[in-house]
């Protein structure tokens, strides 16, 4: 299965871009790269998914490089509302279901 | 509805007894899964369904815990004679297939306090 390795804690400044790293250098060709974030007390918020090429949404974008071991998740103007624990997931595929497994995350907080 | 619900947001319960939880993921959604959250700790998978069936149960910790969904919608996980250790966040998510690369969208979880 694939894992990832995220930085533990990042800080960025109000209105500035945060770009969030990841390595998930043993993802294999079909499994997505996905992420979340986790605000205390609540349930993890989807963000973005991709397998390789680009995407952006109205939320983030995300920046996969083309032998995939690594991603960035960028949040183009981080606000206060941003500061959470960031997840990148690789999903796997175990028993015909497409399965989440979330490791430590990065804390990111944005300061004023 | 607009979202994954989830019900009861907050339960309080004496080691021992039953507690059931439910879950109602998003209109449309045949994927469910359940995942729980000890506090400070990552999200740890428990099982998923596509339709009714569970194809894999090795995730729940004990056989005190049971899964099911009848009709492919509301789906209810259910802890016997339970422990302290039962205490923290049961999640749910739903997709709309277990076909790789789905959205998948997380309730905001029932928190299970055992004392």
């Known amino acids: 299965d694939a894992k990832t390795t995220q930085p533990p804690s990042m800080d960025c400044a109000e209105g500035r871009a945060a770009n969030l790293p990841c390595n998930h250098s043993?993802?294999?060709?079909?499994?997505?790269v996905y992420w979340y974030r986790q605000i205390h007390s609540q349930g993890p918020q989807y963000i973005i998914h991709?397998?390789?090429n680009n995407e952006t949404n109205e939320m983030a974008s995300l920046i996969i490089t083309e032998d995939r071991k690594s991603s960035t998740l960028i949040l183009p103007h981080a606000t206060l509302r941003d500061t959470a624990v960031y997840y990148c997931?690789?999903?796997?595929?175990?028993?015909?279901?497409?399965?989440?497994?979330f490791g430590g995350g990065t804390r990111l907080m944005v300061k004023p | 509805g607009a979202g994954v619900s989830q019900s009861p947001s907050n339960k309080v319960t004496e080691k021992g007894k039953d507690v059931e939880l439910r879950c109602d993921p998003i209109?449309?959604?045949?994927?469910l899964y359940w995942y729980r959250q000890s506090l400070g700790q990552g999200l740890e998978f428990l099982i998923y369904?596509?339709?009714?069936?569970?194809?894999?149960k090795s995730g729940l910790p004990s056989d005190r815990f049971s899964a099911e969904r009848t009709g492919g919608s509301v789906s209810t996980l259910t802890i016997q004679r339970t422990q302290q250790e039962d205490s923290a966040v049961y999640l749910c998510?739903?997709?709309?297939?277990?076909?790789?690369?789905?959205?998948?969208?997380f309730g905001e979880g029932s928190w299970l306090t055992v004392v």
């Open positions: 998510a739903s997709s709309l297939s277990v076909s790789r690369g789905n959205t998948i969208y």
């Open positions: 369904f596509q339709g009714n069936s569970a194809p894999d």
């Open positions: 997931i690789v999903s796997l595929f175990v028993n015909a279901g497409n399965m989440l497994t």
């Open positions: 991709g397998l390789k």
């Open positions: 209109s449309g959604h045949t994927a």
């Open positions: 043993t993802i294999s060709g079909n499994e997505y």
